[in-house]
């Protein structure tokens, strides 16, 4: 029988279906990563999301695994290259929250565009303010797109029709479809207005959006990211809206989270001077990592894993 252990809570129907497919599936949320290790040689496969990493000395514990199911889009808190060579197959299932990164992201350069929060908080305060609330339309705006894998893509499906050009620049070639033109970074600094970051977290995605980078751009821009906090140098991002080349971020992510973020606020230390800055400007929306955190996917990203194991298992069985 082939053992699984969850790591982390998840959709009841992952374990559910599993357990269909005669799987023994133990679970232990609360245990510290070195007492998981001194047990995880028992296990043909683990599920987890981001509680711990799953580092060298852990694989090598870990002497029967047999795969991996991270229930989310990324794999970097897995030594990936590791991992393969030991022979373990890798499952993420970024086709399950790639839809909901779509909504959240045009959610909130809608809202910033048209002033939803500061305008909702001055009519609570009795402040009724139309002028000062003009908003912005996305009509004839240049969209642009870093990174076109699943997440880039819903979010170029969620802009149709919104009479908006949408391009987008990727490292693979050949990925244009009906709903963004791919460019290359030329035409990408000189047209876009509003910026979309769909990153996987990599050595060259890190620390991206630098000042080198913002000043690149031929018009003052408009950013979104909600790929990874890494991806961006907050107080860079502060410098370029001091100096009016970003006019306004929407940051579903930070570079301050830890790999575990639930814990941001509540290790007692004072809030970097640049973050600071971002709480307090109206041309910011924040959002607690969580674009990806809707009712629907987190059944679709348990789905995503169970069809990808039950594929591992038949693709096994056949080369028996």
């Known amino acids: 029988m082939i053992k699984v252990l969850f790591l982390d809570t998840n959709h009841p129907y992952l374990?559910?279906?599993?357990?269909?497919?005669?799987m023994q599936c133990d679970e232990d949320?609360?245990?510290?990563?070195?007492?998981?290790?001194?047990?995880?040689?028992?296990?043909d496969g683990i599920v987890i999301r981001s509680r711990f990493s799953i580092d060298r000395q852990f694989l090598d514990k870990a002497s029967k695994l047999k795969f991996i199911g991270r229930v989310g889009a990324g794999l970097e808190n897995i030594d990936t290259v590791y991992a393969r060579k030991k022979g373990v197959h890798l499952i993420s299932a970024p086709e399950g929250n790639r839809n909901a990164v779509g909504e959240h992201a045009l959610g909130m350069i809608l809202s910033l565009f048209n002033h939803f929060k500061k305008a909702d908080i001055e009519i609570r305060n009795g402040l009724w303010r139309r002028e000062e609330n003009r908003g912005t339309e996305l009509e004839g705006k240049t969209i642009g797109i870093i990174g076109y894998g699943n997440m880039g893509k819903g979010f170029a499906k969620k802009l149709r029709g919104f009479d908006c050009d949408v391009i987008f620049y990727d490292i693979k070639p050949g990925l244009e479809d009906a709903n963004a033109r791919q460019v290359d970074l030329k035409e990408l600094f000189l047209r876009t207005d509003v910026l979309s970051l769909h990153t996987p977290q990599t050595p060259l995605t890190r620390q991206m959006v630098n000042t080198d980078f913002?000043?690149?751009?031929?018009?003052?821009i408009y950013?979104?990211?909600t790929a990874r906090g890494s991806a961006v140098v907050t107080a860079d991002l502060v410098k370029g809206m001091k100096e009016g080349k970003v006019l306004g971020a929407c940051l579903d992510v930070?570079?301050?989270e830890k790999a575990s973020f639930e814990h941001f606020f509540s290790e007692g230390n004072a809030l970097p001077e640049a973050f600071q800055y971002l709480i307090h400007s109206e041309q910011v929306l924040l959002s607690p990592h969580v674009a990806g955190w809707t009712v629907e996917s987190?059944?679709?990203?348990?789905?995503?894993?169970?069809?990808?194991i039950a594929i591992m298992i038949d693709q096994h069985n056949s080369i028996k």
């Open 29 to 43: 949320y609360s245990s510290s990563k070195a007492a998981v290790e001194a047990r995880i040689s028992d296990y």
């Open 15 to 22: 374990i559910e279906s599993l357990k269909k497919m005669n």
């Open 223 to 225: 950013l979104i990211n």
């Open 214 to 220: 913002i000043n690149q751009f031929e018009k003052p």
């Open 254 to 256: 930070l570079e301050y």
């Open 298 to 308: 987190k059944f679709k990203l348990a789905k995503t894993i169970v069809d990808k």
